[in-house]
């Protein structure tokens, strides 16, 4: 269960990504989303930082919340978690139901994006911070080795957004 994320349909390697393998690291600091940094005012749901996580760790806390800024402490920012994607972050999507077209902008391009699972997400930092700066590159399921660059279909460095 810990080991799935869905890509961003506009990420430069979505094309094949479906079942591919990354390593994903945290980054500590500020997330990113098309060239500005986060605010906590963009967030459109609210913490309960107070809360341990599954493993007990208590929530390392922000020092930038006076700024509205977000900012993600890691457990561990050499610790890495390798997932497969299963699933897609599409930029645009049709609710069923009415018919409406809604635009999701974290999957829209300016970032690579991944959507973590939520016990990969905590293995790396504390859920309550719900969005994290990520270094990742694909890598080969069973082996973790890196893959090598298709261009257009596999990029083989590892992105700092």
């Given at each position: ?12 390697d979505y ?15 500020t997330?990113?989303?098309?060239g500005?940094?986060?605010l ?5 749901y ?25 900012y ?12 497969r ?6 930029c645009?999507?049709?609710i069923k139901d009415?018919?409406e ?9 300016g970032n ?10 905590e293995?790396?930092a ?31 460095m590892?992105?700092?957004?």
């Open positions: 269960r810990e080991v799935y994320a869905a890509a961003a349909d506009t990420n430069e094309p094949g990504s479906c079942g591919r393998c990354y390593q994903v690291r945290c980054k500590t600091g997330p990113y989303n098309n500005r940094p986060l906590i005012s963009d967030l459109l609210g913490r309960p930082y107070d809360v341990p996580d599954n493993f007990g760790r208590v929530w390392p806390g922000n020092p930038y919340v006076t700024k509205d800024l977000t993600t402490k890691c457990w561990d920012d050499k610790a890495s978690v390798t997932v994607i299963s699933d897609s972050c599409p645009k999507y049709k009415t018919g077209v809604r635009t999701q902008n974290w999957c829209c391009g690579n994006h991944f959507d973590l699972s939520f016990w990969a997400f293995k790396l504390h859920p309550s911070y719900g969005v994290m700066p990520i270094k990742y590159r694909p890598v080969d399921c069973e082996t973790g080795a890196p893959l090598k660059s298709i261009p257009g279909y596999v990029s083989e590892i992105y700092s957004h």
